[in-house]
């Protein structure tokens, strides 16, 4: 379809803007470095002959008047066109994600990176998505960071193939249809419904394939290489176009995600799944790739910082605290406070259980003496943030590890009530509501010791093979099985019954790929909580 674009020079002024340097080109145009004749503002100006067969710059002027005032959307400056020339002055950016990664000089970007791309992102698309507008063509190279002081907020840019999806005069949902149609998008990651299905079986592109397409450029950022069809180039001839398609179509999530995070591999099949007019759940993968970095102890920021910092000082937060809220000022106590804390710390009574450092074994029991023998102890095992916390141990991560460990030292069923309301007030903690593999590890532990604590735990989680993701619980099915729980709940024999149904809690929870509690499911362990705190 390209043509060869007017050859007319490009002038050195256009509308109240000097050219400066060529920044890139395109199919339809070049964008510049631009400054502003009476203010010195420099843009991006973004240039397209009047007669190109693509004039996207018609259609973008559009669309970036509706993202305007949006995180990571350019601001669009001015508009025009001056003779032969339509232009578009834009936010000046800096480099894509494309040249970043292809400049890194490494097979793959790390894990933080990745995360933080992901949130932002997905986020980027929210916002698009609510002001009714898809992107279509969600690349490494449509996607460029800021310059200074906005470098860690990734932009969207290109939306020369952008459209409505919710239609102005109806406000509904444009309608799927499967009238024969040019693929829109880019060879790489447009999703395969929209690239790859079979002659004139094309599908419309809606909310969920930016989402894929974002998926699977998370996906090829992680890939040694990148994703396998990525790795001859742009396809230049029909019959190559028609392997990559192949490829693309054949490819596994399971195949395409192995060795790395099962997010990764959830977001895709979520994609996949999402019906042609349903609303993503942005806010949830939002949340579940925050998780995600925290986990792997790179802090909740979404803040992209290139190059990354060495692994040692991602993963060290005393380094790495510029990018955490800042630590509180500690006072000095007030006069007299001192001399009684002194006198406290003489009179403790540190005989008996006093732990030999060093002796791992001997520092457990101690702890678990502790832990057992004083519920003041098990309460504020819950709960440690009474004093000082680093602020990262704020975390819904870090609360359902100390309430796992709770969990694992409780002796009573009133510990194990007071642990699960504990865990669902940190799994309420924040927007997405879903179960992390934290959260997994405390309903295992906690069907351990329900069960029978000398049981060999399977995680309701991990032992979830890949394929099992077919069997996907559907949303009605698992409904039923949350109301029976909490039915259940109430009638149960004892703990081992108990610990059963919090199994069958896990696993209907582990088949849902989203991972997501309802409801129904947080009205069942509030009731489990309220049954172990007041045994009948
Ligand atoms: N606002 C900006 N600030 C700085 N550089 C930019 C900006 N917008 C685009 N660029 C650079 O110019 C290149 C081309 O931009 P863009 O993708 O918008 O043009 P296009 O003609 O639609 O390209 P294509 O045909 O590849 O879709 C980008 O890859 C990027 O490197």
């Given at each position: 379809m390209s043509g060869p674009a007017p050859d007319d020079p490009i002038p050195r002024h256009i509308g109240n803007y000097y050219l400066q340097h060529c920044l890139g080109s395109g199919f339809s145009g070049s964008i510049h470095r631009a400054q502003h004749i009476h203010t010195g503002h420099v843009v991006a100006l973004k240039l397209q002959h009047v007669d190109h067969e693509c004039p996207t710059n018609r259609y973008e002027r559009a669309f970036y008047s509706c993202i305007?005032?949006?995180?990571?959307m350019p601001t669009l400056w001015a508009t025009g066109v001056e003779g032969v020339w339509d232009y578009l002055a834009l936010e000046l950016l800096g480099p894509s994600l494309d040249s970043l990664y292809r400049h890194s000089g490494k097979e793959t970007m790390d894990l933080r990176s990745v995360c933080c791309i992901a949130m932002q992102l997905i986020a980027r698309l929210e916002f698009m998505h609510h002001r009714g507008i898809l992107h279509r063509d969600i690349q490494l190279g449509n996607c460029a960071i800021g310059l200074p002081p906005n470098q860690g907020t990734i932009y969207m840019i290109d939306f020369g193939f952008s459209k409505q999806y919710i239609d102005p005069f109806t406000r509904r949902h444009i309608q799927d249809s499967n009238v024969k149609r040019d693929f829109i998008g880019n060879?790489?990651?447009?999703?395969v419904a929209v690239h790859c299905k079979g002659r004139g079986k094309l599908l419309f592109p809606s909310r969920r394939d930016d989402l894929e397409a974002v998926a699977l450029m998370l996906i090829h950022l992680l890939t040694p290489r990148g994703l396998s069809w990525t790795r001859n180039g742009v396809p230049k001839t029909d019959s190559a176009h028609e392997r990559l398609k192949r490829e693309k179509r054949h490819a596994r999530p399971e195949d395409l995600c192995a060795g790395l995070p099962s997010e990764f591999e959830e977001f895709l099949r979520y994609c996949r799944r999402l019906a042609f007019q349903e609303c993503p759940d942005y806010g949830m993968w939002v949340e579940t790739f925050r998780d995600l970095a925290v986990e792997n102890g790179f802090g909740e920021s979404d803040t992209f910082i290139w190059p990354p910092p060495p692994e040692d000082i991602r993963k060290a937060s005393a380094t790495f605290?510029?990018?955490?809220?800042t630590r509180p000022l500690i006072l000095a106590p007030p006069p007299g406070e001192l001399d009684g804390i002194l006198q406290g710390l003489r009179d403790l009574d540190l005989a008996d259980t006093q732990a030999v450092i060093g002796d791992l074994a001997q520092v457990r029991d101690a702890g678990v003496l502790r832990a057992r023998g004083d519920p003041a102890n098990r309460a504020s095992n819950s709960n440690n943030m009474n004093g000082y916390a680093w602020p990262i141990n704020n975390t819904k991560a870090y609360k359902l590890k100390q309430l796992t460990q709770q969990v694992s030292l409780a002796v009573d069923n009133a510990a194990l009530g007071e642990a699960v309301s504990g865990f669902v007030v940190a799994l309420r903690s924040n927007t997405s509501k879903t179960m992390t593999r934290d959260a997994f590890l405390f309903i295992d532990a906690l069907y351990k010791q329900l069960a029978d604590p000398s049981v060999f735990l399977i995680p309701s989680r991990q032992s979830r093979s890949r394929s099992d993701t077919s069997k996907a619980v559907d949303p009605r099915e698992k409904q039923d099985v949350m109301v029976r729980l909490c039915r259940d709940v109430r009638a149960a024999k004892g703990n081992r019954a108990l610990g059963d149904l919090v199994r069958e809690f896990g696993d209907t929870i582990g088949k849902d790929a989203r991972h997501w509690v309802t409801k129904e499911g947080f009205a069942f362990l509030a009731l489990l909580a309220e049954r172990l705190q007041n045994p009948c």
């Open positions: 305007q005032g949006g995180v990571g060879y790489w990651f447009s999703s605290e510029q990018y955490l809220p």
